[in-house]
């Protein structure tokens, strides 16, 4: 019985079909298969041969290469890292497909990580400006010029002085010496004619053939050790910027390690000037520094001097000093408007972050303040007068009083509607922004309490008795005891992305715990000389300071391009 039959659909096009035997339609696919199978038992080597050849192309089917790219995309966006690097070996198709932008880029954000989204805007968006545009076009006496050669006027040859060695491939004019003939002397007013031709065809080649100046090459980064940008972020072809996702999450992924291992660059701040004998001490502080905050561009610290300083956070150089306080500088924090500072002589200060411009002071503690947070228009301070106080940033009004601790208040925290204090009573309370009303209070600590952090989740207390305490923040509940300090732990930072706790102490050394276990994960034992007094950390460093005046830093980041990152 033939079952292959021929249809005709048209006279232009004809099909083969095998039709299925009428015993196998209710075969199932196994049954199926099975028959196969025992068919080709029957049948000599050299014909299952030939049939496992005719099958390979349908097992092994680049099912990547042959859907459109908006569906293969999908697909392997469900893939994590090492199934793409996996992927990457196979052939030089999937090794494209696997290194598609939009993979690593969401693979980049699935990590937690944050992205410097207005530094990339900015490079995105690069638009010269005419000062620029006219430095990049060639004037008419060094134009780069195609290949070409007129042997009577000029010689066009490869320029290779040190003068053209940035661009081997220009081209630069060098008119030939236009000599009479030895028969016929050459005439004064024939020589100044062809040196009028010559400069007229000179000229008219420099418009016609110069070559178009690269505007969007990415210029070398100012006080930059590492610049990655022309290399991995720059088409050259094109002439084109992007941002190479891939490489910011290599770049990222090898900061992470580094944390996990421990493995940093220590860094004096400000750095040590080189080939002078006498340190410029009108730069640095004349006592202890009580606090700090830095984000990607300065750092600014207050110290027992009565100062604020404000540092270039890149270059590690004094930009300005404030002054303003007639106490020491114990607390601040900063965001993109104002700076907020509070000072032994129990008043807070609002400066301009920009310019350092006084703007106005807030009164209304009885004694030092203690510590200072601020969010949007809203901020909180606390004293040792006992007391967290509300303050409207615009007016410069106090707006609620909070009581209820027993001693001096250390640390306050708030996010959205909650406040949490700590207090040398040994207690943590959590407060109602809106109302003014102590909602919980947190008592577990032997000794009095230095330090606080809250997230929202999260409760983060650091105290005398040398330990640290994770409470749940919602049940009150105390998740973890971190113990490894051997003094008091006098500041602590949380990070929730990271999953990550870094504590300061008396005792001289920084430590990086587990939120998740609260296991100690990093010791780094005298990691300033004296007692650490204030702390903070980002993605790739931890920047803390002490009561000796000393700022030092710890840098992941050592030998990496940051610029994109945050």
Request: glycine share 6%; net charge positive; with cysteine.
């Amino acid at each position: 019985m033939n079952h292959h039959r021929t249809i005709e659909t048209d006279e232009g096009y004809v099909e083969q079909r095998f039709d299925e035997p009428y015993f196998m339609k209710h075969w199932t696919d196994d049954q199926k298969a099975e028959f196969a199978y025992q068919l080709l038992l029957c049948i000599p080597i050299s014909k299952t041969l030939n049939v496992v050849d005719r099958l390979s192309p349908l097992l092994h089917r680049d099912f990547i290469s042959a859907l459109p790219f908006e569906i293969s995309s999908q697909i392997l966006l469900c893939l994590d890292v090492q199934s793409l690097t996996c992927m990457s070996r196979i052939s030089k198709k999937w090794k494209l497909a696997s290194e598609d932008q939009t993979l690593w880029k969401d693979l980049f954000y699935s990590a937690g990580w944050t992205s410097n989204k207005e530094a990339i805007h900015e490079y995105l968006t690069n638009k010269p400006t005419k000062t620029s545009l006219a430095s990049c076009i060639p004037r008419t006496t060094d134009a780069r010029l195609k290949p070409f050669k007129r042997s009577t006027d000029f010689d066009l040859s490869r320029n290779t002085s040190k003068s053209s060695s940035s661009n081997q491939n220009s081209l630069a004019i060098r008119p030939t010496q236009v000599y009479p003939s030895r028969s016929q002397p050459c005439s004064s007013s024939a020589s100044s004619y062809h040196h009028s031709q010559q400069q007229q065809q000179r000229e008219l080649l420099a418009h016609l053939v110069t070559e178009r100046p690269f505007l969007n090459r990415p210029p070398p980064r100012r006080h930059v050790k590492y610049d990655e940008t022309a290399i991995f972020h720059y088409k050259e072809t094109f002439d084109t910027r992007f941002i190479n996702w891939k490489r910011l999450y290599r770049n990222r992924n090898t900061i992470e390690r580094r944390w996990q291992d421990g493995r940093c660059k220590v860094k004096q701040f400000p750095p040590p000037v080189k080939h002078e004998l006498i340190v410029d001490n009108e730069t640095q502080h004349n006592g202890g520094i009580y606090c700090l905050q830095f984000d990607h561009s300065i750092l600014v610290t207050g110290s027992r001097d009565r100062n604020l300083k404000v540092w270039d956070i890149k270059t590690g150089r004094l930009k300005f000093t404030l002054e303003g306080h007639s106490g020491s500088v114990l607390c601040l924090q900063f965001d993109h408007r104002y700076l907020i500072t509070g000072s032994s002589d129990s008043t807070l200060i609002v400066w301009d972050i920009h310019t350092g411009q006084k703007i106005k002071s807030l009164v209304g503690h009885g004694e030092s303040v203690l510590n200072v947070k601020l969010l949007d228009n809203t901020v909180v301070s606390c004293s040792k007068d006992r007391t967290v106080r509300i303050w409207d940033l615009e007016k410069g009004s106090l707006e609620m009083t909070l009581r209820g601790h027993r001693a001096a208040v250390n640390a306050v925290q708030f996010k959205h509607d909650k406040i949490v204090s700590a207090s040398g009573d040994r207690t943590i309370k959590i407060w109602d922004i809106n109302t003014g009303k102590c909602i919980k209070t947190l008592d577990s600590h032997s000794r009095g309490i230095a330090c606080v952090e809250y997230d929202g989740q999260y409760i983060i207390s650091g105290s005398s008795d040398q330990s640290i305490r994770v409470w749940s923040a919602d049940t009150g509940e105390c998740l973890h005891t971190l113990e490894g300090h051997t003094d008091l732990v006098r500041t602590l930072q949380l990070d929730g992305k990271s999953k990550r706790i870094v504590s300061g102490s008396y005792d001289g050394s920084l430590k990086i715990w587990s939120l998740q276990d609260g296991k100690l994960l990093k010791s780094f034992d005298q990691a300033v000389y004296g007692r650490i007094l204030n702390l903070q950390f980002d993605y790739g460093r931890i920047v803390c300071c002490s009561n000796l005046g000393k700022i030092v830093m710890y840098d992941f980041t050592h030998g990496i391009d940051t610029q994109f990152l945050l």
